[in-house]
Every structure is written in structure tokens, then in C-alpha cells.
């Protein structure tokens, strides 16, 4: 930003010049700085990122705080001072959109979030691993050496299509389940009918089977039920009674439902109060499908009615992908699991939270474990699981007991994901733990902040291990101006709401949606998906749906 003093430039940062002697001169400098750090044992290139020689791609608090962290609203921006703002079409002005200030929402401390990402990687670079007795490497900072600046973090959209092709990676696997233990699974394969639906000609509703024309003799009886063997062929000009379901016999015209028709007991003769037309009622062999037609596509959700039409086609057992195994790992010695908050200490509210939320998700769950600030602890829980994912809440940051990072570097993970442009939680992070071995969502510890990691990253990640095909986005009219970050996109808790008169479906964003809050949604069925810069009201906005039901009508007035 510019200011009465000059162009703002970040400590560490480099001004260049535009041109080719610009990059030119970049270019020697990075060689200069190679060198130099050559000669004191080290290398200028962090190789977290799974040694791909870029830098890792995400900035931390170095104040180890676990809640959302409010970035320079300039980090990403030009600082160039040749660069005349006034004129840059990319430059918001303040009549664009509401000034976003999120102050209420992300801890006040975070002005010097860029400076802090950069302290805070430099010390994880110089500490030691954990458990190790090495003092910390010195500083390789070298005099009148310009630091290196991180890139940006992904955009929100971006990251989330990272955890889904992440999830995608391996051919899932396939496993057969009875009927009774399939339900919520995704189908590894299509289903096809392994008979005609129905195999017979069945009646459609509980009357007379009539051949010919009428009147029609019938005899006394309690005629054709279902799950009878075939019956002979009905000579025309009689009837017989019928139940639904019991299969037609053989030169039936139609079957004529009881209240259409009139019995002469005296006479023994049946007449049909409304015109006959020849077939009416009868389900012919094979009208819903035909012996190796595809009933259910591959990648389908196991739902009730999947179950009973698997059933109905001759199914005992269905091929389908095995629950992604999720480890939950709540860190944090301030946590308390129950009771009052009290002495600095508050209640867990991600354990009982994340557990329920994953099952909804289709995962099958084991925890949570409670392990403290404690990386030992955190580093033999994540060498031991056997687990698809691990979902860890809190540490990371970069503080002195945020050990997320310094323990994934210890064990060589390679970093997918490392922080994202939304808010709340933007330090969240995707890391494989080795090629083979289980993927890690590094989760906030604020609340909200880590349902948004769960929607960014487990999410998509998830349904990629399950076989989930990709869920199309939709949009809906949001009636409320929504203020935006200037750079990031923001996760808005909504309720939706019925239009009125003839209006259209709504959605209302719902106060208490700060990162350290779950009044709001807990309120909600769904997150707005806020561009930079904010929405104005009757304006279409992507929704994500929450995995459970509609908020219900106390919520009206309450949180909006």
C-alpha cells in the first residue's frame, strides 16, 4: 500500500525494476545467494514441498495461535513503486464493494501475519526435529541479502480441486458387502438386472381377471393370490378374482379392479361398471427393466431405495468401495472434555464435532484421540495409523507448540496444500504422509475455522477415496449485502429461506460467523461461498450444503 511516506515495502522484500536487466539482475542475486549460503552448509531452496525445489506455499502465525489469522491486506499486492495505483485496474476502490473488516471475526493481532509466516518458517528451517538433541542450525540470514518471499496461497477453488484429484489418485478398491451392511456406500460397480422386472405378469390392483368379452362367469372362491405358481388359461368369457401381485393367467384381456365392478351372485355373473380396454392393470413381464439393462450407474450412493431395487432384481451382496478409515487427533493441552471452561482452560468442541460430521461424509471413523501439545506423541500417532486420512485440529500455526509442520517435515511428508486464500481457515493444510501411506488434513483449532477446512479439503478429498463422482455446483440469490475479504474468499454460514408472493428461494447469511464460533452454523444448512471484495444483496452465490437437515424454524430471527 502507498501512504503519505511512500510505497510500503515488507521487510525482506525486494523492489525491481521492470525490464529484462530486472530479471537479470534477480537472477545473479539468487546465484549470489546460493553461493553464499553454500559455503556455511546450507541450501537457499526449502525442500518441504516433496522436492520440488519451490518453497513451501503457505504462511503460519508465529505466535502459536490455533485460530484464523488475519493476513496483510496486502500481502500479493504490488509494492513495486513504479507502479502507479491510481491507474491499475486491479485496484479496488472504496465506492466497489463494503470495506471488509474482520476484526470482530479474526484475532486483532494478525497485521503482521506476512512478517510472522516468514519468522516462522525460518525458525522451523533452524529447529531441530522433533525428539532430536541437535541444537538448532544458525541463522542463515545473510547481511544486505534480500529474503525470499513465499507465493501466494492457493484460492479456494483451486485447493479444493487439489484434495479432490489427491483423493482420485489410486483406484479405489472393491469389496463386496450383504445387503444389510451396504447401506451409505458408493457402488464400485454398475448393477444390472439379473432378471426381468417384474419376471411375470403380474396384476396391478386387487379385482377380477377377465378373458373376452363381458358378461363374465366367475366361480365362488377366494381366487389367484400372490406367490402362487402359474395358473391355467382363463377361457374367455369368464373370471376369476385376483390380489394384487399374483401373476395373470394366460389369455387374460385385463384385469378390472373390485370397485369397477358388479357381482350377480344370484345369476353368477360379473359386469364391469366402465369400459374395458385390454391390458388395463396388468404389469406385463420386464416393464420396469429387462435382464441386463443398468439399473444403477457406478459411484452411486447406497440409499434405502437402492437397497430395495438391488433387492427386487436379485441381489444378496453389492460390489462397493470400502469407507475411507478416518484418525481423528485433537491437539491442544488448554482442551478440557468436559465440564466448565475454567483457569484458561476451555471445553473441546472439535472431538465431539468431527466425528459425526466424517460419518456424514461416508468415512468410517476411530477416535478421537486427545493428545495434547505433545509432538512425540503426535508423531508416533501419525507412523502408526493405517488409516486413508488423519484429521488433525489446532498446532498449524507456527508457535511453540504448533508441531503439525516441524513433524511432517520430520517424517518427509510432502506438503499438497499448504494454508489457502479463504477465510475463516486459512492455515489449513493437505499433506500425503508417503506415497502409499495416508493423506493428513491439518484442521484450525477455531471452530468454524476448521468446518471450513473440512469443506475445502476433507471433503472433496473423501469422496475422491469413496468413489463419489463430483458433485455439481449450484447458486441461489443471497437477500444481504455480505461483506468480502479484499483478497480472499470468505465461507459464510446461510439458512435457506422460501420466497414470498411468488419470489425466489433465498438464502440469509446468519450472524455469530466468526472462526471461533458455532452459533451460526449450527443455525445453518449451508455455506456461502463469498468472492474477494463481497456480494451485494440479490446476488447469486455458490452454496455448499451441509450434510444434514434444513435449519429448522426457531432459527428464524434468531441468527439472521
Not at 476411530?366 to 495409523?385: F, K, V
Request: proline share 11%.
Amino acid at each position: 500500500m502507498t501512504g503519505s511516506d511512500g510505497p510500503h515495502r515488507e521487510p525482506g522484500s525486494d523492489v525491481r525494476a521492470p525490464g529484462a536487466a530486472s530479471e537479470r539482475a534477480r537472477e545473479e542475486e539468487e546465484r549470489a545467494v546460493e553461493q553464499a549460503l553454500a559455503l556455511v552448509g546450507g541450501s537457499g531452496r526449502s525442500d518441504r514441498s516433496g522436492g520440488s525445489g519451490e518453497p513451501a506455499s503457505r504462511s503460519r502465525d508465529s505466535r502459536g495461535h490455533r485460530g484464523s489469522r488475519d493476513e496483510d491486506l496486502n500481502a500479493g499486492r504490488s509494492r513495486d513503486p513504479h507502479v502507479d495505483r491510481s491507474r491499475d485496474p486491479h485496484a479496488r476502490r472504496s465506492s466497489d464493494s463494503p470495506p471488509y473488516d474482520d476484526r470482530d471475526n479474526d484475532d486483532r493481532d494478525n497485521d503482521r501475519f506476512d512478517n510472522d509466516r516468514r519468522d516462522g518458517r525460518a525458525a522451523r528451517a533452524n529447529a531441530p526435529a522433533p525428539g532430536s538433541e541437535q541444537p538448532p542450525l544458525p541463522d542463515r540470514t545473510l547481511p544486505g541479502v534480500p529474503a525470499k518471499t513465499s507465493p501466494p496461497p492457493p484460492s479456494w477453488d483451486r485447493a479444493r480441486a487439489v484434495a479432490a484429484r489427491a483423493g482420485r489418485g489410486r483406484p479405489p478398491a472393491t469389496i463386496r458387502l450383504t445387503l444389510d451392511r451396504a447401506l451409505g456406500h458408493v457402488l464400485a460397480e454398475a448393477l444390472g438386472a439379473l432378471a426381468d422386472l417384474p419376471s411375470f405378469d403380474t396384476s396391478a390392483m386387487d379385482g377380477w381377471a377377465v378373458a373376452g368379452p363381458g358378461p363374465w362367469a366367475f366361480e365362488a372362491g377366494a381366487g389367484l393370490l400372490a406367490g402362487r405358481g402359474p395358473a391355467a388359461a382363463l377361457p374367455d368369457g369368464t373370471a376369476v378374482r385376483i390380489a394384487t401381485g399374483a401373476r395373470v393367467p394366460p389369455e387374460t384381456t385385463a384385469v378390472i379392479r373390485s370397485e369397477h365392478a358388479h357381482v350377480d351372485e344370484a345369476r353368477g355373473l360379473l359386469h364391469a361398471r366402465r369400459s374395458v380396454v385390454t391390458g388395463q392393470d396388468i404389469r406385463p413381464r420386464g416393464q420396469e427393466c429387462r435382464s441386463g439393462e443398468q439399473l444403477v450407474p457406478a459411484g452411486t450412493v447406497v440409499t434405502p431405495a437402492v437397497l430395495g431395487l438391488a433387492a427386487a432384481a436379485g441381489y444378496d451382496a453389492l460390489p462397493v468401495v470400502p469407507r475411507p478409515r478416518v484418525d481423528i487427533l485433537v491437539l491442544g493441552d488448554e482442551l478440557l472434555n468436559a465440564g466448565l471452561p475454567h483457569d484458561g482452560l476451555i471445553r473441546d468442541a472439535l472431538g465431539p464435532m468431527l466425528g459425526p460430521w466424517l460419518r456424514a461424509l461416508g468415512a468410517e471413523i476411530s477416535g478421537p484421540r486427545r493428545l495434547g501439545d505433545d509432538a512425540g506423541a503426535l508423531r508416533d500417532a501419525l507412523t502408526s495409523s493405517d488409516a486413508d486420512l488423519i484429521v488433525t485440529t489446532g498446532g498449524t500455526a507456527a508457535g511453540p507448540v504448533d508441531h503439525v509442520h516441524p513433524v511432517l517435515d520430520a517424517l518427509g511428508a510432502e506438503l499438497l496444500v499448504d494454508g489457502v486464500a479463504v477465510r475463516p481457515g486459512h492455515p489449513m493444510l493437505l499433506a500425503r504422509l508417503s506415497p502409499d501411506g495416508p493423506y493428513l488434513v491439518g484442521l484450525p483449532g477455531n471452530p468454524l475455522a476448521a468446518v471450513s477446512g473440512l469443506l475445502t479439503l476433507a471433503e472433496p478429498l473423501l469422496a475422491g477415496i469413496a468413489g463419489r463422482p463430483a458433485q455439481d455446483p449450484y447458486r441461489a440469490l443471497v437477500h444481504a449485502e455480505v461483506h468480502g475479504h479484499p483478497h480472499d474468499t470468505r465461507l459464510v454460514p446461510v439458512v435457506h429461506r422460501p420466497g414470498r408472493a411468488g419470489g425466489r428461494d433465498h438464502v440469509a447469511p446468519l450472524r455469530y460467523n466468526g472462526p471461533a464460533m458455532l452459533r451460526g452454523i449450527a443455525a445453518a444448512d449451508g455455506l456461502a461461498v463469498v468472492p474477494p471484495g463481497g456480494v451485494r444483496s440479490g446476488t447469486e452465490v455458490e452454496i455448499l450444503d451441509l450434510p444434514w437437515a434444513p435449519a429448522t424454524p426457531w432459527t428464524e430471527g434468531c441468527f439472521t
